[in-house]
């Protein structure tokens, strides 16, 4: 009995372990590709709007304010737990969208805000930071499967690299599928930053979009679409 | 003091005011107005320097500024204020007050930075690209001072670049008083704010939505 059990996993491992492999090969495929017209006949996508701090939230917010706000709905706003300023500047400007619109009550649905623990705060220790990045990357996962978003937005730093792997995992396992778009931010004129650099070399990035010419030159599969500041 | 800023203001402002509406009227025409803003403040007398060092801990700026070199080099501009916001730092400028030079003035955060960029004739900011789009945006010149003493150095990178296109001038804490003794504020040209709807545009079509 035992045997029989041991022999079927054996069987069964490699199945199971070429059969990831092989969607792991397909979504990395159609990561960065236009997303095929079937999947987006809905009129609006569900958007996960990960804020990083001050001039990341401060260039986010940009394009935010140059998002079709019909299309882009309902938005979910996240940001570190350590961070509150950035919430507070998102709800400054969704209030102000519920001044203009005159179905004040389904706008005020649109929006919603969350925190998120942060993998390290800055000068924590290694030791402790280990517990802190599981917490987080949980956490995470937790936000992505209750919120499922299916577009995402984020241009670093740290916050976002838990969520857009939790995302990615979610697609290679086929629970979900998010287009991941990444604007890396304007103070990179040469040089990526880390979580810029681990998203783009990892694929996790659907669409890469970078603010400097010169650095698109050195990442040919990133976009440039001019500056947000 | 209400001497000195009256030769000051008598002597330079206005023609500050003068040579910034030329240079207003030589640049291209999107942004022909742009540095007028700068020129009024200018001309009532009082022309402060505002120094920010952001959220951030940058004391070797704040005691670069706070050096009676630079205090001079600064009068010799005519400078009449300098106003300081030191965020975390702990070192404590020397408040003057009198009749010896600058009016020097400090205070740890603010919630209305943008008040003081507005009020003041030329800002000597920290790297961050918050500071620094904002001075841009409000069209004052602008001295970068990069803080060496970052780990990840990378907002030099910002700071030069913008430097390189004649936005900003570029230095760091010791290379401060050269900066402001060399300074040519009629070289700078105005920094034309970016436009997220390109972006948008990209992320539309990659999503399928029609782009209007």
């Given amino acids: 009995m035992g045997l029989d059990a041991s022999t079927a996993a054996c069987c069964a491992l490699p199945v199971f372990v070429s059969l990831l492999v092989v969607r792991f090969a397909y979504v990395t495929y159609h990561s960065g590709r236009p997303l095929s017209k079937l999947s987006t006949s809905a009129a609006r996508v569900r958007c996960l709007i990960v804020l990083g701090s001050g001039g990341h939230t401060a260039e986010m917010m940009n394009v935010v304010t140059a998002l079709q706000k019909d299309r882009f709905t309902p938005r979910y706003y996240v940001a570190a737990l350590s961070d509150n300023m950035s919430l507070q500047k998102a709800q400054v400007y969704e209030q102000s969208l519920v001044l203009v619109e005159a179905d004040k009550e389904e706008t005020l649905g649109n929006a919603q805000f969350m925190q998120i623990y942060r993998s390290r705060e800055v000068g924590q220790s290694y030791i402790t930071s280990i517990a802190t990045t599981l917490l987080a990357t949980l956490h995470a996962m937790w936000l992505i499967i209750t919120i499922r978003p299916q577009v995402i937005f984020c241009n670093g730093p740290g916050t976002c690299i838990p969520l857009c792997a939790s995302a990615f995992l979610l697609k290679v396992l086929g629970l979900g599928w998010s287009s991941i778009f990444y604007i890396e931010s304007i103070a990179r004129v040469k040089k990526l930053s880390l979580s810029g650099l681990l998203l783009y070399k990892l694929r996790i990035a659907d669409q890469f979009i970078v603010q400097w010419l010169q650095l698109q030159q050195k990442y040919p599969r990133a976009h440039y679409a001019g500056r947000l500041m | ?212």
């Fill in chain 2, 1 to 212: 003091m209400h001497a000195k800023i009256t030769i000051f203001s008598s002597a330079s402002a206005p023609l500050l005011g003068r040579r910034r509406l030329r240079r207003a009227d030589d640049a291209s025409s999107p942004v022909r107005n742009y540095f007028l803003g700068g020129a009024e403040m200018g001309d009532r007398g009082r022309r402060m320097v505002f120094v920010t060092v952001g959220t951030t801990c940058f004391d070797a700026l704040v005691k670069a500024v706070d050096s009676e070199a630079m205090k001079e080099a600064l009068l010799q501009k005519g400078y009449t204020d300098i106003v300081i916001q030191m965020g975390r730092g702990t070192y404590i400028p020397s408040k003057v007050s009198g009749s010896s030079t600058l009016q020097v003035d400090y205070f740890t955060f603010s919630t209305s930075i943008a008040d003081y960029i507005r009020e003041a004739s030329l800002v000597i900011s920290h790297a961050g690209s918050g500071s620094i789009f904002e001075t841009l945006r409000l069209c004052k010149p602008l001295i970068v001072v990069v803080n060496e003493d970052l780990m990840d150095n990378h907002q030099s990178e910002l700071a030069e670049e913008l430097a390189e296109r004649k936005h900003l001038f570029c230095a760091r804490p010791q290379t401060l008083r050269e900066a402001v003794d060399a300074m040519d504020l009629t070289a700078l040209r105005p920094y034309e704010p970016g436009d997220a709807k390109p972006v948008v545009t990209l992320i539309n079509k990659f999503l399928r939505f029609p782009v209007d």
